[in-house]
């Protein structure tokens, strides 16, 4: 969804008006292969789950960030490698955390925010995934069925899609401050404003 993307851009934007950033993710406090995939590769509860450390995030980065402290963890895992990577970085005072990633209004996160930012881009996702599935199919219907599902099981379809269906039904009634429609990566669009602290001088997006 450009998750990552929204997030360096938004953290630029603040430092050119002269705020300091501290910046993380969620891709950098991914659990180990092995743990990600306990349940199986196909499981949508393990995607949901147990794709990341949540308590070092709230532990090591979010609750310190809220206390003021001087240093935080920024990342402690790195996934191509699948091995521990731990990266810290000093909080400036008035320092502002951009932090991204998936399932970042979930319960365990949810206090720590000041504004979140909800991107909503299914047009654009839904089209890559047809893209990928559909393109250069064999002729012949039971090679095409065969070959759908080989790339159904390559891309874990299950695990993503169902995984991010529940995250939506357990944070169901939680709203964000800000909603963006980020359909078009190069002009996103504030859709909603939420009634939340903040939600008056929503995220710069331009």
């Given at each position: 969804?450009?998750?990552?993307t929204?997030g360096d851009?938004?953290?630029r934007?603040?430092?050119?008006?002269?705020r300091?950033?501290?910046?993380?993710?969620?891709?950098?406090?991914?659990?180990?292969?092995s743990?990600r995939m306990?349940?199986?590769?196909?499981?949508?509860?393990?995607?949901?789950?147990e794709?990341?450390q949540?308590s070092?995030?709230?532990?090591e980065?979010?609750?310190p960030?809220?206390?003021?402290?001087?240093e935080?963890?920024?990342?402690?895992?790195?996934?191509?490698?699948?091995q521990?990577y731990?990266?810290?970085?000093?909080?400036?005072?008035?320092?502002?955390?951009v932090?991204d990633?998936l399932?970042?209004?979930?319960?365990?996160y949810?206090?720590?925010?000041?504004l979140?930012?909800?991107?909503?881009?299914?047009?654009?996702?839904?089209e890559?995934w047809?893209?990928?599935?559909?393109?250069?199919?064999?002729?012949?219907?039971?090679?095409?069925a065969?070959?759908?599902?080989?790339?159904?099981?390559?891309?874990?379809w299950?695990?993503?899609?169902?995984?991010?269906?529940?995250?939506?039904?357990?944070?169901?009634?939680?709203?964000?401050?800000v909603?963006i429609?980020?359909?078009?990566?190069?002009?996103?669009?504030?859709?909603?404003?939420?009634d939340?602290?903040?939600?008056?001088?929503?995220?710069?997006?331009?």
């Amino acid at each position: 969804m450009g998750k990552s993307t929204f997030g360096d851009e938004l953290s630029r934007k603040l430092e050119e008006r002269g705020r300091s950033v501290v910046r993380s993710t969620t891709d950098l406090f991914h659990r180990p292969r092995s743990e990600r995939m306990r349940l199986g590769a196909s499981s949508a509860d393990g995607y949901y789950l147990e794709s990341h450390q949540i308590s070092t995030v709230v532990d090591e980065l979010l609750a310190p960030f809220g206390a003021g402290a001087s240093e935080v963890l920024i990342g402690a895992f790195d996934e191509p490698t699948d091995q521990p990577y731990l990266r810290r970085s000093p909080v400036p005072q008035t320092a502002i955390l951009v932090f991204d990633g998936l399932f970042v209004h979930r319960p365990e996160y949810r206090d720590h925010w000041d504004l979140t930012v909800m991107l909503h881009a299914d047009r654009r996702c839904d089209e890559a995934w047809l893209h990928f599935l559909e393109t250069d199919l064999p002729s012949d219907p039971t090679q095409r069925a065969a070959e759908v599902d080989r790339r159904l099981e390559l891309a874990r379809w299950p695990r993503y899609r169902h995984g991010w269906t529940g995250y939506l039904q357990a944070i169901e009634g939680v709203e964000p401050t800000v909603e963006i429609d980020n359909e078009d990566l190069a002009s996103p669009v504030i859709r909603a404003r939420g009634d939340h602290p903040g939600a008056s001088e929503p995220p710069p997006v331009s």
